[in-house]
T-cell receptor
Framework: GNSVTQMEGPVTLSEEAFLTINCTYTATGYPSLFWYVQYPGEGLQLLLKATKADDKGSNKGFEATYRKETTSFHLEKGSVQVSDSAVYFC????????????????FGKGTKLSVKP | IAGITQAPTSQILAAGRRMTLRCTQDMRHNAMYWYRQDLGLGLRLIHYSNTAGTTGKGEVPDGYSVSRANTDDFPLTLASAVPSQTSVYFCASALAGGTDTQYFGPGTRLTVL
């Protein structure tokens, strides 16, 4: 079935360091891909998304490119800040998995990022 | 109300008790979802609803039921809670599913003793 695999955390970086969180997926068809962020004590928020191959999603300095050839959607940011400390989830929309669900999300297990000043 | 709300924020429940988690959205979204979040497992879909009056089972539906009597509300019921249902529960909604962005509520932390 469809699945998402993202790098294990936690990831600890110093402020202004470069961030990469790897995400690969297995899917039939052409899913949309998402990165969600969860700040401490809060629900998930959409960070960025891409709906087709070679699309680049970007927001708040984060970006990720939908790579169909490598089935990847790695999250990157050139210079992280303390305020970026959160848990990041990669996800794909699964149109077919649950017999009629219109686009429920399949999530990776999450990667906790801690940024030190 | 702006967005999606959940109640209660947290709850401690004795095993065997019945519990309903509430979820309300004011965005007139057609699709709604319930997920549970467990450490090391990410989020898993419990039940979903494509539109008012319809519901469906997700990845982990056992022990849970839902209803969708109207567009705004999507309650999740645990008929007889068990300790393995200790988790953080998130409700989400989307305009119409598919590639639409899902908007999440703040979550309910449930502990079953």
């Amino acid at each position: 079935g469809n699945s998402v695999t993202q790098m294990e955390g936690p990831v600890t970086l110093s402020e202004e360091a470069f961030l990469t969180i790897n995400c690969t997926y297995t899917a039939t068809g052409y899913p949309s891909l998402f990165w969600y962020v969860q700040y401490p004590g809060e629900g998930l928020q959409l960070l960025l998304k891409a709906t087709k191959a070679d699309d680049k999603g970007s927001n708040k300095g984060f970006e990720a490119t939908y790579r169909k050839e490598t089935t990847s959607f790695h999250l990157e940011k050139g210079s992280v800040q303390v305020s970026d400390s959160a848990v990041y989830f990669c996800a794909l929309s699964d149109h077919l998995n649950y017999g009629g669900s219109q686009g429920n999300l399949i999530f990776g297990k999450g990667t906790k990022l801690s940024v030190k000043p | 109300i702006a967005g999606i709300t959940q109640a209660p924020t947290s709850q401690i429940l004795a095993a065997g008790r019945r519990m309903t988690l509430r979820c309300t959205q004011d965005m007139r979204h057609n699709a709604m979802y319930w997920y549970r979040q467990d450490l090391g497992l990410g989020l898993r879909l419990i039940h979903y609803s494509n539109t008012a009056g319809t519901t469906g089972k997700g990845e982990v539906p056992d022990g849970y039921s839902v209803s969708r009597a109207n567009t705004d509300d999507f309650p999740l019921t645990l008929a007889s809670a068990v300790p393995s249902q200790t988790s953080v529960y998130f409700c989400a909604s989307a305009l119409a599913g598919g590639t639409d962005t899902q908007y999440f509520g703040p979550g309910t932390r449930l502990t079953v003793l």
